[in-house]
């Protein structure tokens, strides 16, 4: 294909850092798509293995291919990078290390040209590299309301909306001129930049649609190597759902999403907690219970706003508890009364002193606690 603008149906950008052993497989997913008008930007971000000669080898076979290169600048300044070089009428991001069903992109394309999508959403499968097999993935909590041929934005579930499908981006297509006129970017970050990103979209998205196929594969790793990654990161995971309320906030969108930013920033942040070895978990707890609580608006919310018990109790105990003391509560297994928890919340909301409130609450936790310990006493 020539190097002009004419006829690039999808843009595909590949940031690339240090994936030689996975590059290859990725490659060939792609350039043997079997939509053909396609161009594929890769970013290698200062690769120090032979991911870049792979690349050359490739483009001299694929005139298709076009590279950049930058020095390890992290994917997020990748993606944008790619965003900026991109001339295709729909953009899609695949990590190098993810391959795809040879009918991706025609499938993607179909859907969003006949449905007029801003975003259209393709059903992934995991590869679990340790074993060499395919998984079924873990549904996301509402994901019946992305249904094949039916097209939805924020009016149609706004409580929903950001639980019914993951918050990656190297499942959806995007349309272009979409992401320019909304001015769309990667937040500059180390780990969960594409959140941001999806989120965003997400909320301001007109038009919604879905592929009820399997046509990504999503390589995934030993818990012990996802556990390495977040315990070096995790601050990443409330600064970059903080810029999403903030985001949203600007937009004027923060209001009618509340309850679903709620459950997508603090669900993912109790996953990422139970992810950590001890250590982390104390200072990731620290870290929102000191500076993220308030930023992200999770305190005082009424208990039924919660989707999981779990989550809700991850933020009560946040607001009440030190790290020990919520720990202790976990191991000997103490569940919250919530029938109380929710009366205490409606009786705030009726009343003008916050301050009963607090301390009516307080009584309540303390005497759990005091509860376990004279029960530890005795035994």
Not at 184 to 194: A, H, K, N, P, T
Request: glycine residues 4%; proline residues 2%.
């Amino acid at each position: 294909m020539a190097d002009t603008d004419i006829d690039i149906k999808v843009s595909v950008i590949i940031p690339v850092y240090n994936v030689s052993y996975y590059l290859e497989p990725a490659l060939d997913s792609v350039i043997d798509q079997t939509l053909r008008e396609i161009e594929i930007i890769c970013i290698d971000d200062g690769s120090t293995d032979s991911s870049l000669e792979i690349l050359k080898k490739y483009q001299k076979a694929d005139d298709r291919i076009r590279i950049a290169t930058e020095q390890n600048a992290g994917p997020a300044r990748a993606r944008n990078n790619g965003l900026a070089r991109a001339r295709g009428k729909y953009v899609m991001f695949l990590d190098a290390d993810d391959f795809y069903e040879l009918t991706l992109l025609e499938k993607l394309y179909n859907a969003a040209e006949d449905e007029n999508l801003d975003i259209a959403i393709a059903d992934y499968d995991n590869y679990n590299c340790r074993d060499a097999r395919f998984e079924r993935r873990i549904n996301a909590a509402h994901e019946d309301i992305l249904k094949a041929g039916r097209v939805i934005s924020r009016g149609d579930c706004p409580d929903e909306l950001f639980s019914c499908t993951t918050g990656a981006a190297w499942n959806k297509l995007f349309r272009r001129s979409f992401i320019q006129e909304k001015e769309l970017s990667f937040i500059d970050v180390r780990m969960f930049e594409d959140v941001y990103f999806t989120l965003i979209a997400m909320a301001i998205a007109d038009r919604i649609g879905y592929v009820d196929e399997r046509l990504i594969h999503h390589r995934i790793y030993p818990d012990q190597s996802r556990a390495k990654t977040f315990r070096k990161y995790y601050s990443c995971v409330p600064e970059v759902y903080a810029e999403v309320r903030e985001a949203l906030r600007r937009r004027g969108l923060y209001s009618p999403l509340s309850t679903a930013y709620l459950n997508a920033s603090a669900s993912m942040c109790y996953r990422i907690y139970n992810l950590l070895g001890m250590e982390s978990k104390h200072s990731f707890y620290d870290l929102l219970k000191s500076g993220y609580i308030d930023k992200l608006g999770w305190r005082e919310r009424a208990p039924e706003d919660f989707e999981s018990s779990e989550v809700c109790d991850f933020v009560a105990g946040l607001q009440f508890m030190s790290h020990n003391k919520y720990f202790l509560k976990r191991s000997k297994g103490a569940i919250f009364n919530y029938v109380k928890l929710r009366s205490l919340f409606r009786r705030r909301q009726s009343s003008r002193s916050f301050g009963n409130f607090f301390a009516g609450l307080g009584r309540f936790f303390k005497g759990i606690f005091n509860k376990i310990f004279r029960r530890k006493k005795k035994d």
